[in-house]
């Protein structure tokens, strides 16, 4: 894959610096640069990273927009397990960006419909993400693009896989507290910015990294749609790319 660049790191602490970077650079070359960023476990450390070069005088997000790929529905933004809070928590209010430059959908929405269009407004509007953060799941998925019979094209209400609930369970008190749906940034947006960077680490997700770039492309895998973006950046520890056959 000609549009593939691969930053391996020994571990964990090493890949996320690597993405970090990667990010850094983006900021240097264009201080107001649009955003898409991502929550989960994987880019902690990659927030952690960016911190640090903001407190170090290295990184500058006063001009930056951001947009977020996901938001359960049914959380409020100061619930803890919401998306929101998670931005909030590991860099909205450790870094110098403004808050009304941030979005995240909103979780309470009472017409779902309106909010996804409202959602895919605001990313049109800002002419898409310079540089799309995303992570993958075990099933493939990216933000919460599930394994379907088609690419969703726009931001959209989606009912989560049982393998997502089961994942995502260790974060809540119970698996019946996991939320059932969320709004996603849909396939479309995610394609549409200048540049992805995928952040994945452990051995639990060296086959799904497998079969997304060097599957077939299908819907089946929504990562794979990745093998035809022109410019994808796959930061990952040695333990999640230990079946690539390169």
């Not at 996901?70 to 803890?80: A, C, V």
């Not at 419909?113 to 509007?125: G, L």
């Not at 995502?168 to 849909?186: E, L």
Request: with cysteine; hydrophobic share 40%.
């Amino acid at each position: 894959m000609n549009n593939l660049r691969i930053l391996k790191g020994s571990n964990y602490q090493e890949m996320s610096q690597k993405a970090a970077d990667v990010i850094q650079a983006q900021l240097t070359v264009k201080p107001e640069s649009v955003l898409g960023l991502a929550t989960g476990s994987s880019p902690v450390g990659l927030y952690d990273c960016l911190v640090k070069a903001y407190e170090n005088g290295k990184a500058d997000f006063s001009k930056v927009k951001s947009v977020n790929l996901d938001e359960y529905q049914g959380l409020s933004p100061d619930n803890e397990q919401s998306y929101r809070y998670f931005m909030q928590k590991h860099l909205f209010s450790r870094v110098n960006i403004n808050i009304a430059n941030t979005n995240v959908p909103n979780g309470l929405a009472k017409d779902p419909q309106a909010e996804c269009a409202r959602y895919d407004s605001i990313i049109k509007n800002l002419g898409g993400a310079d540089l799309q953060l995303i992570g993958i799941g075990h099933n493939g998925h990216i933000g919460f693009n599930e394994p379907g019979s088609e690419f969703p094209v726009g931001t959209h209400l989606v009912s989560l896989a049982k393998e997502t609930i089961e994942a995502n369970k260790r974060f809540f008190k119970t698996i019946d507290d996991v939320p059932k749906a969320a709004f996603s940034m849909g396939i479309g947006a995610i394609m549409s910015a200048a540049a992805v960077l995928l952040v994945a680490s452990g051995k639990e997700k060296a086959a799904i990294l497998k079969e997304a770039f060097f599957g077939p492309v299908t819907p089946k895998t929504p990562a794979s749609i990745l093998q035809f973006h022109r410019n994808v950046i796959l930061a990952a520890d040695a333990d999640a790319l230990s079946q690539f056959p390169v």
